[in-house]
Each structure stands twice: as structure tokens, then as C-alpha cells.
């Protein structure tokens, strides 16, 4: 392959990997973790999106970012590209469905295979592009039509990467697996098949990977509950240095798309052998605590056990029956009631121990895709939450505290979930814009979780209420894998891990392959597959970064000191680095998951929103930019936006503070939380990309906000409007459409707290039981190795 002209390397140039952008320029993110260095686009022709390069820095860009020239390729991140088949020209073309791909791939004469114009493809690339010349590859795989039936989830596991074939090693093992629990699986086990405990899950759920009970016992002299957590054993069959442990730690977690799921092992483990269905012996792990009337965990111990579950249950039948004593669910589940009402009872508990503990209280919408047999979308509606949500969580973060604490007391590297505090420039972003509601934060430069909790409860009443929740939620950091411990911040917790969902996330089989190796009082040392490829990519920013590079270094020493036939240390304490490599690997994961997940919601809601064309709605501001704004649209729960062009003749300066837009003329403010009413204007499915046109409004007067203006509907039917189209907005799907509007499915997330991810939204340019009762300030109780003791005899399963 012809290349530009080399630069000879420098000891100053840098390692980094390329991050592209769909306008044409891009970065590279350096090894070392130091800032960003932009790409133009004369750079970017020479490399494509994820290679890995060596960069120079030749001085600063007009914005006074440092500005770099490419080296060499060091690594060429795309073997294989997946785009649409087009003919441009006379040429046959792939066009790249990752807009962070800047270059279309030349198909020679010959080298389409069986694809025709217009199916997406896969294209292996066969020469790379240089300054001189295009990227030419070949097709190699025709996965079908644009609008075939999942499609859109086909695209998104190729174009983020999501491995979605089980290896052959893999599945051979599985299969070599029993169906069901067999003798020589009890040995060293607590029997707790007498012990009726449920599965609580969602009507959808398909593996049932915790149960849950609960009685009233007595603790010394005081009354207490018994809380009984167990999770499916899963380290049981998937043993270190198998092709299964190579296939789960790969894929880190399952990744859940519209009425299809990617697991992270294969269907015999996590809807088979480690599912805790109703009716069959399975095998788990428990963490059966005692808690007191406080909420506060006197006691707990950790076992192998196997289990019989008693009864499938979903949220909503379990709400029915506490929320409704005399009912026919009720009576139905007449001998599971005092189970369920004792769950309550502590979950009330916990609860209030939570807000006294000032863990912080998001109540954010949560929507569902209801789709057709086709894939494609009916209705978005809002999943509704009830107390029976609510009661499982709390039950779960109570048996993963108690699997941190177990850990730390035990001195045990593994992994925790943790949760930082804000950074300083977020907090000062944060009080800037609370300042202008009148409201303020408390705690000085080092505000606690019960700040902020404190806060939320102002905030909650409020009719700017979701507009300020979801800037305090951008100001919150991403919580993310790492071995040393940092606490949870969100939920104001010292310590917290993930213990509860083996099946799904790989940190939490590496918990449960700990706990078992303190109750054998033998360490755990991980070991890195050589197969297995880590994804140790660099977030934009904070402790994840500095995770990252760290990871990055020691992996790259301990690969050159293999090489060079240095023995490498062994032992619990020498495997630090390789718990920080792990951490980083199931945090990219995760992270890729979520944009994935966003890809394919973002997909389908363009393409429902192609039959609204030309409508109006009504709709609240979600986001402010430089460049316009950004809108959901009430009812139909789909984000778009309005660009600054579209808002009048007048020209709006950007307020970070304020989060709004102003006209300089007219003085039109358009805020955060506003109410507006928004045209259809044009839907972009290639881009994942909404535009809406402002509806104006004669009663506005200058000065005024935008949510406060009479003409502003609240919830109008949609109202055709088809002659208000540009032409431009008439967009087919046939060719890929190139436009400088903002992809709407973008990077700009704020953290997540625990398990819960946050809105993304586009903007800047995303063995035998050997377990000790503990207490913190308690004597321990009696070892686990025998069953122990059901005090509600009525309850038990005959």
C-alpha cells in the first residue's frame, strides 16, 4: 500500500488511539492520559476511527487545543466494516453505518459477492486508506434490507463490537453440561430446599438469577429481620481458564436491546442450569443477614447452599397482593402472603434507613418500546415502577454491602463498584445554574451525599423539577469497576460491590469466586486469558481515565516482560494490576453496552418518527447548547432537536449557567425545563437523527422565557402540518444523507448511579461452608455448614 510521506519518529511523538467524529475531524486519545490531541481532516484521511498511532504535536488549533500529525499506523482497528452497498457514480461503494468512520470503502469490480445496492454488508477492508488514496475492501457477508426485521440490532453489535457468537470451545462446553443439579454438586452445601423462597422479576424476565426471603426473628433482645438473598452459583460451572470464563469475561455483560438480549454466557447457563426457576434444585450463593429495626445490618454470613424455589412472582402480581389484602391475586397467593408482607415490612425499613443514610433520590421516567411482530415500534410508554420494584432493590443492595464489607474485612482484592463525588468545575457548573432558581447547595467545596439529598427534596415540588433533577444528574460522575475501594456516592455507601447478577456482569462472578475462596481461606488471584483481548478504552475524563491509563501501562509491561522471558510475580499481592486491568475492562464493556442499547433505541425512533413527518407536538427543552436545542416530545417520549437557525432571525448567545439561549435583539430566552410546540421537520435514520422546526408563537414578548409564553400547548394531540416540510426534511433511506446537524444519540451522559444508567443525549462536539456470622461490633455468631433454622414454620413449602 502507498503511503504519505513518513515522518521519521521522534522520542516526543506519543502512543494514542483515534477517536473520530462524524463531521469529519477527529482526536487522539494519548496512552499516557494526557489531553486530546485534534485531528483535521487532512489527518483523519490517513487513519480511520479506533487505529492505534503514534501522533507529533505541532503546536495549537484556533481554540487552543494541541493539534497533531500522524506518525505511523501502529494498529489498524478495522478488519471489517458494515455499511450499505451504494453505487456512487458508477462505483460501488460501502458507506460506514459508524459515522465515526469517515471514509467510504471501494468495492472493486468482481468483489460484491451476492450483494446487491442498497443491502447492508460486511466489507473486510483489503488496503487502508493514506492521504492519496480510498479504502478498498471487499464484501464478505450480506446480512439483508435496511427495514428486514432486526436489523438494527445486527448493525449495532457489528459496529460497536459486541461479540455476539459464542466460540465453538464454548458451546461444546456448555453442552457437555447436565440439565439439572446433580449429587455430587450438594457436597459442602446448605440445604435450603425447605426455605420458601421466591423470585421476584419482571413479566419479560427470562433468567431468574436471585430469591429472596424473610421472617421476623429475635437478635439478643431485640426484635430483627432475617433476610435471606440467593444468588444463582454460577462460578460453579464456569471455572477459571475454560473456554466459558474466556466467553464471559470477552463480553464483561449481556447487553439488553429492544425484545432481544446478547448474553454473556450461553442460554444452557443463564436461562438453563444457573436460572432459578420455579419447582427445580438449583445452586447459589446466599448472603443471609440479620437487620435490625433501624435498617442497620447487625449480622451476616455468606455459603454455598442449594435452593427450591417456591414460586415465580412478577412486580406487579406482588404489588397486587400488598396493595390489595381481599383481592384474587391475594387469595390466589394466599400461603405466600406473610412472606411477602414480612418483605415489605423490611423493605419499609430499608428504605427509611436510606433516606436517613441521604443516598440520593433521582425519579427519573423510564420508558419501554412496544414493538410488533415485525421488531418495529407500536408506542413508547413509560414503564411504570411500584413498591414491589423498589423492595427487590433494596434487598439486593443490602446482600451486595454486605459482600463488599465481607471482602474488605477480609483484606481480599476484588473488584468494587464505586461511585466518586463530583468534581470541582461540575459542582461550580451545578451552583451556577442553582443559583439562578434561587436554590442553593449545601456542604462547601465537599458536599456529601445528604447534601444533595437534601436538595432533591427541595427540588422535588418544584414546576422547573425535572429540568433542575437532570442538571444536578450531569454534575453526578459515571460509577465504574475498580479494585481499590472509594465508596458509592450516590447511595452513600463506604463500600459497595456487585454480588447479585452473576448471569450478567462478569464483576459480579468475580465476587462470588472471592467470597468462596475467603470460605475456603485460600486466595483468588485472577488470571488474564492471552486469548482474550482487553478493552481498555480511555473515558473522556475523571478517575476512569486515570484507571485507564494505569491499566493500559501495566498491561503493556507485563506483555513486554513475557516476551523478554521475565518471570513474572506471583501471589495475591502481586495481582493488582491485573484486578485494575479487570475493572477498566468491565467498565468499557458496560459502556459499550449502554451505546449499543442507545443505538439501536435511537434507530427505531427514527424510523417510527418517518410516519410523523410533518406533525406537531408538544414537547419540553431536555438539553441546551451552543447550537439549538434539544426536545422530547410529550406522550411519545422521543428526543430531537431544534437547531439555533430555526429559532428566528435573531442571534442567541449560549448561557452555561443559565442553561438557556437568549436573543440578543429581542431578548427571547429558551430554557431548560421550557414547555414548546415543535413541527416534524425531518428524520434522518443513517444519522439517528430527529429535527424539529419551532412552531411560533405569536403571544411571546421579549424577555420572557419560552415555557412561560400563553400560545406554548401542554399536551396537544399531534396536528398535521405537512405543508410546513422543507423539502430538504423529505429524507428517503436510500442513500446515506450527509448533514452537519447533531447525531441525537450522541455522547454528553451524565454518570450513573449504581446500576442506572443515565440519558444519553448529543450535544459537544458518548466448597463446604466455612462463613462467619459478621458484625462490625459484635462477637461472631455460629459458622454456616448447617442449615439454618426457619422460624415460620406455616410458610414453608410442603
Given at each position: 500500500?502507498?503511503?504519505?510521506?513518513?515522518?521519521?519518529?521522534?522520542?516526543?511523538?506519543?502512543?494514542?488511539?483515534?477517536?473520530?467524529?462524524?463531521?469529519?475531524?477527529?482526536?487522539?486519545?494519548?496512552?499516557?492520559?494526557?489531553?486530546?490531541?485534534?485531528?483535521?481532516?487532512?489527518?483523519?484521511?490517513?487513519?480511520?476511527?479506533?487505529?492505534?498511532?503514534?501522533?507529533?504535536?505541532?503546536?495549537?488549533?484556533?481554540?487552543?487545543?494541541?493539534?497533531?500529525?500522524?506518525?505511523?499506523?501502529?494498529?489498524?482497528?478495522?478488519?471489517?466494516?458494515?455499511?450499505?452497498?451504494?453505487?456512487?457514480?458508477?462505483?460501488?461503494?460501502?458507506?460506514?453505518?459508524?459515522?465515526?468512520?469517515?471514509?467510504?470503502?471501494?468495492?472493486?469490480?468482481?468483489?460484491?459477492?451476492?450483494?446487491?445496492?442498497?443491502?447492508?454488508?460486511?466489507?473486510?477492508?483489503?488496503?487502508?486508506?493514506?492521504?492519496?488514496?480510498?479504502?478498498?475492501?471487499?464484501?464478505?457477508?450480506?446480512?439483508?434490507?435496511?427495514?428486514?426485521?432486526?436489523?438494527?440490532?445486527?448493525?449495532?453489535?457489528?459496529?460497536?463490537?459486541?461479540?455476539?457468537?459464542?466460540?465453538?470451545?464454548?458451546?461444546?462446553?456448555?453442552?457437555?453440561?447436565?440439565?439439572?443439579?446433580?449429587?455430587?454438586?450438594?457436597?459442602?452445601?446448605?440445604?435450603?430446599?425447605?426455605?420458601?423462597?421466591?423470585?421476584?422479576?419482571?413479566?419479560?424476565?427470562?433468567?431468574?438469577?436471585?430469591?429472596?426471603?424473610?421472617?421476623?426473628?429475635?437478635?439478643?433482645?431485640?426484635?430483627?429481620?432475617?433476610?435471606?438473598?440467593?444468588?444463582?452459583?454460577?462460578?460453579?460451572?464456569?471455572?477459571?481458564?475454560?473456554?466459558?470464563?474466556?466467553?464471559?469475561?470477552?463480553?464483561?455483560?449481556?447487553?439488553?436491546?429492544?425484545?432481544?438480549?446478547?448474553?454473556?454466557?450461553?442460554?444452557?447457563?443463564?436461562?438453563?442450569?444457573?436460572?432459578?426457576?420455579?419447582?427445580?434444585?438449583?445452586?447459589?450463593?446466599?448472603?443471609?443477614?440479620?437487620?435490625?429495626?433501624?435498617?442497620?445490618?447487625?449480622?451476616?454470613?455468606?455459603?454455598?447452599?442449594?435452593?427450591?424455589?417456591?414460586?415465580?412472582?412478577?412486580?406487579?402480581?406482588?404489588?397486587?397482593?400488598?396493595?390489595?389484602?381481599?383481592?384474587?391475586?391475594?387469595?390466589?397467593?394466599?400461603?405466600?402472603?406473610?412472606?411477602?408482607?414480612?418483605?415489605?415490612?423490611?423493605y419499609k425499613i430499608l428504605l427509611e434507613a436510606r433516606q436517613k443514610r441521604g443516598a440520593i433520590e433521582f425519579e427519573t421516567t423510564e420508558t419501554q418500546i412496544i414493538s410488533n411482530e415485525l421488531g418495529k415500534i407500536l408506542r413508547i410508554e413509560p414503564r411504570i415502577r411500584n413498591e414491589a420494584h423498589r423492595l427487590i432493590e433494596e434487598c439486593m443492595l443490602t446482600a451486595n454491602v454486605c459482600a463488599a464489607d465481607f471482602i474488605a474485612k477480609n483484606k481480599h482484592l476484588s473488584l468494587y463498584r464505586v461511585h466518586g463525588e463530583p468534581s470541582e468545575e461540575k459542582l461550580v457548573t451545578l451552583r451556577q445554574v442553582l443559583r439562578t432558581s434561587g436554590l442553593s447547595l449545601d456542604g462547601g467545596d465537599k458536599p456529601k451525599p445528604r447534601d444533595f439529598a437534601k436538595l432533591m427534596r427541595e427540588i422535588k415540588d418544584r414546576p422547573d423539577a425535572n429540568m433542575l433533577q437532570s442538571v444536578v444528574l450531569?454534575?453526578?460522575?459515571?460509577?465504574?469497576?475498580?479494585?481499590?475501594?472509594?465508596?458509592?456516592?450516590?447511595?452513600?455507601?463506604?463500600?459497595?460491590?456487585?454480588?447479585?447478577?452473576?448471569?450478567?456482569?462478569?464483576?459480579?462472578?468475580?465476587?462470588?469466586?472471592?467470597?468462596?475462596?475467603?470460605?475456603?481461606?485460600?486466595?483468588?488471584?485472577?488470571?488474564?486469558?492471552?486469548?482474550?483481548?482487553?478493552?481498555?478504552?480511555?473515558?473522556?475524563?475523571?478517575?476512569?481515565?486515570?484507571?485507564?491509563?494505569?491499566?493500559?501501562?501495566?498491561?503493556?509491561?507485563?506483555?513486554?516482560?513475557?516476551?523478554?522471558?521475565?518471570?513474572?510475580?506471583?501471589?495475591?499481592?502481586?495481582?493488582?494490576?491485573?484486578?485494575?486491568?479487570?475493572?477498566?475492562?468491565?467498565?468499557?464493556?458496560?459502556?459499550?453496552?449502554?451505546?449499543?442499547?442507545?443505538?439501536?433505541?435511537?434507530?427505531?425512533?427514527?424510523?417510527?418518527?418517518?410516519?410523523?413527518?410533518?406533525?406537531?407536538?408538544?414537547?419540553?427543552?431536555?438539553?441546551?447548547?451552543?447550537?439549538?436545542?434539544?426536545?422530547?416530545?410529550?406522550?411519545?417520549?422521543?428526543?430531537?432537536?431544534?437547531?439555533?437557525?430555526?429559532?428566528?432571525?435573531?442571534?442567541?448567545?449560549?448561557?452555561?449557567?443559565?442553561?438557556?439561549?437568549?436573543?440578543?435583539?429581542?431578548?427571547?430566552?429558551?430554557?431548560?425545563?421550557?414547555?414548546?410546540?415543535?413541527?416534524?421537520?425531518?428524520?434522518?435514520?443513517?444519522?439517528?437523527?430527529?429535527?424539529?422546526?419551532?412552531?411560533?408563537?405569536?403571544?411571546?414578548?421579549?424577555?420572557?422565557?419560552?415555557?412561560?409564553?400563553?400560545?406554548?400547548?401542554?399536551?396537544?394531540?399531534?396536528?398535521?402540518?405537512?405543508?410546513?416540510?422543507?423539502?430538504?426534511?423529505?429524507?428517503?433511506?436510500?442513500?446515506?444523507?450527509?448533514?452537519?446537524?447533531?447525531?441525537?444519540?450522541?455522547?454528553?451522559?451524565?454518570?450513573?448511579?449504581?446500576?442506572?444508567?443515565?440519558?444519553?443525549?448529543?450535544?459537544?462536539?458518548?466448597?463446604?461452608?466455612?462463613?462467619?456470622?459478621?458484625?462490625?461490633?459484635?462477637?461472631?455468631?455460629?459458622?454456616?455448614?448447617?442449615?439454618?433454622?426457619?422460624?415460620?414454620?406455616?410458610?414453608?413449602?410442603?
Amino acid at each position: 500500500m502507498r503511503k504519505a510521506k513518513s515522518l521519521v519518529p521522534r522520542e516526543a511523538d506519543r502512543l494514542g488511539t483515534v477517536q473520530g467524529h462524524r463531521d469529519g475531524f477527529g482526536f487522539v486519545i494519548p496512552d499516557d492520559g494526557g489531553e486530546d490531541i485534534f485531528l483535521s481532516e487532512k489527518e483523519m484521511s490517513r487513519v480511520m476511527h479506533g487505529d492505534k498511532v503514534n501522533v507529533r504535536v505541532l503546536g495549537t488549533d484556533r481554540r487552543g487545543r494541541p493539534e497533531g500529525q500522524i506518525v505511523d499506523v501502529i494498529i489498524h482497528a478495522n478488519k471489517v466494516v458494515i455499511g450499505r452497498l451504494l453505487n456512487e457514480n458508477g462505483v460501488l461503494i460501502v458507506a460506514p453505518e459508524d459515522k465515526r468512520i469517515g471514509h467510504d470503502i471501494l468495492i472493486p469490480p468482481k468483489a460484491q459477492g451476492n450483494a446487491k445496492l442498497g443491502q447492508v454488508v460486511s466489507a473486510e477492508i483489503i488496503d487502508y486508506p493514506d492521504s492519496y488514496r480510498q479504502a478498498v475492501g471487499r464484501v464478505v457477508e450480506v446480512l439483508g434490507e435496511i427495514d428486514d426485521p432486526g436489523m438494527e440490532i445486527e448493525i449495532a453489535v457489528r459496529k460497536y463490537g459486541v461479540p455476539h457468537i459464542f466460540s465453538p470451545a464454548a458451546m461444546k462446553e456448555a453442552n457437555a453440561l447436565p440439565d439439572t443439579v446433580q449429587q455430587s454438586d450438594l457436597e459442602g452445601r446448605v440445604d435450603l430446599r425447605d426455605v420458601p423462597l421466591v423470585t421476584i422479576d419482571g413479566a419479560d424476565a427470562r433468567d431468574f438469577d436471585d430469591a429472596v426471603y424473610c421472617e421476623p426473628v429475635t437478635y439478643g433482645k431485640s426484635k430483627a429481620w432475617r433476610l435471606i438473598v440467593a444468588i444463582a452459583d454460577v462460578s460453579h460451572y464456569v471455572k477459571p481458564g475454560h473456554p466459558l470464563d474466556d466467553e464471559g469475561l470477552l463480553r464483561a455483560t449481556s447487553v439488553y436491546f429492544p425484545r432481544r438480549v446478547i448474553p454473556m454466557l450461553p442460554e444452557k447457563i443463564s436461562n438453563g442450569l444457573c436460572s432459578l426457576n420455579p419447582g427445580v434444585d438449583r445452586l447459589c450463593m446466599v448472603c443471609d443477614s440479620v437487620v435490625d429495626g433501624n435498617g442497620v445490618v447487625l449480622a451476616y454470613q455468606f455459603y454455598p447452599a442449594v435452593m427450591h424455589s417456591a414460586q415465580r412472582f412478577t412486580y406487579d402480581t406482588v404489588w397486587e397482593i400488598l396493595s390489595n389484602s381481599k383481592g384474587p391475586e391475594a387469595a390466589r397467593f394466599a400461603e405466600f402472603r406473610p412472606l411477602l408482607t414480612n418483605l415489605f415490612s423490611l423493605y419499609k425499613i430499608l428504605l427509611e434507613a436510606r433516606q436517613k443514610r441521604g443516598a440520593i433520590e433521582f425519579e427519573t421516567t423510564e420508558t419501554q418500546i412496544i414493538s410488533n411482530e415485525l421488531g418495529k415500534i407500536l408506542r413508547i410508554e413509560p414503564r411504570i415502577r411500584n413498591e414491589a420494584h423498589r423492595l427487590i432493590e433494596e434487598c439486593m443492595l443490602t446482600a451486595n454491602v454486605c459482600a463488599a464489607d465481607f471482602i474488605a474485612k477480609n483484606k481480599h482484592l476484588s473488584l468494587y463498584r464505586v461511585h466518586g463525588e463530583p468534581s470541582e468545575e461540575k459542582l461550580v457548573t451545578l451552583r451556577q445554574v442553582l443559583r439562578t432558581s434561587g436554590l442553593s447547595l449545601d456542604g462547601g467545596d465537599k458536599p456529601k451525599p445528604r447534601d444533595f439529598a437534601k436538595l432533591m427534596r427541595e427540588i422535588k415540588d418544584r414546576p422547573d423539577a425535572n429540568m433542575l433533577q437532570s442538571v444536578v444528574l450531569r454534575a453526578m460522575q459515571q460509577a465504574m469497576y475498580q479494585p481499590d475501594n472509594e465508596g458509592h456516592f450516590g447511595l452513600a455507601y463506604p463500600a459497595y460491590s456487585h454480588f447479585t447478577s452473576p448471569i450478567r456482569r462478569y464483576p459480579d462472578l468475580l465476587t462470588h469466586r472471592v467470597i468462596k475462596s475467603i470460605l475456603q481461606k485460600k486466595p483468588y488471584v485472577p488470571v488474564l486469558p492471552p486469548k482474550v483481548p482487553l478493552n481498555l478504552t480511555l473515558p473522556r475524563k475523571g478517575k476512569g481515565r486515570e484507571n485507564a491509563v494505569n491499566a493500559k501501562k501495566s498491561h503493556t509491561d507485563r506483555k513486554e516482560a513475557a516476551a523478554k522471558g521475565v518471570r513474572l510475580p506471583k501471589g495475591a499481592n502481586a495481582s493488582l494490576p491485573i484486578w485494575g486491568q479487570l475493572g477498566v475492562h468491565c467498565s468499557s464493556n458496560e459502556r459499550r453496552a449502554d451505546e449499543a442499547s442507545r443505538d439501536v433505541e435511537a434507530w427505531l425512533k427514527c424510523y417510527y418518527m418517518r410516519d410523523h413527518l410533518g406533525q406537531e407536538y408538544s414537547g419540553t427543552v431536555t438539553g441546551v447548547a451552543t447550537f439549538g436545542l434539544f426536545v422530547q416530545l410529550e406522550n411519545l417520549f422521543v428526543e430531537g432537536m431544534i437547531h439555533v437557525t430555526e429559532l428566528g432571525g435573531d442571534y442567541f448567545q449560549y448561557d452555561e449557567a443559565r442553561q438557556e439561549l437568549r436573543g440578543e435583539r429581542t431578548g427571547i430566552r429558551y430554557r431548560l425545563g421550557d414547555r414548546v410546540h415543535v413541527l416534524v421537520s425531518r428524520v434522518d435514520l443513517d444519522a439517528r437523527k430527529i429535527e424539529f422546526s419551532l412552531v411560533k408563537s405569536v403571544g411571546a414578548e421579549p424577555g420572557s422565557s419560552a415555557g412561560r409564553r400563553q400560545l406554548i400547548l401542554a399536551s396537544d394531540p399531534a396536528r398535521s402540518n405537512k405543508k410546513q416540510i422543507p423539502k430538504k426534511g423529505r429524507v428517503t433511506n436510500k442513500e446515506p444523507q450527509k448533514h452537519g446537524g447533531v447525531n441525537v444519540n450522541a455522547a454528553k451522559s451524565a454518570g450513573n448511579l449504581g446500576a442506572t444508567q443515565s440519558k444519553a443525549r448529543a450535544g459537544k462536539k458518548t466448597n463446604k461452608a466455612g462463613g462467619k456470622l459478621i458484625s462490625p461490633s459484635r462477637t461472631p455468631g455460629k459458622p454456616a455448614g448447617s442449615k439454618p433454622p426457619v422460624r415460620n414454620t406455616k410458610a414453608r413449602r410442603k
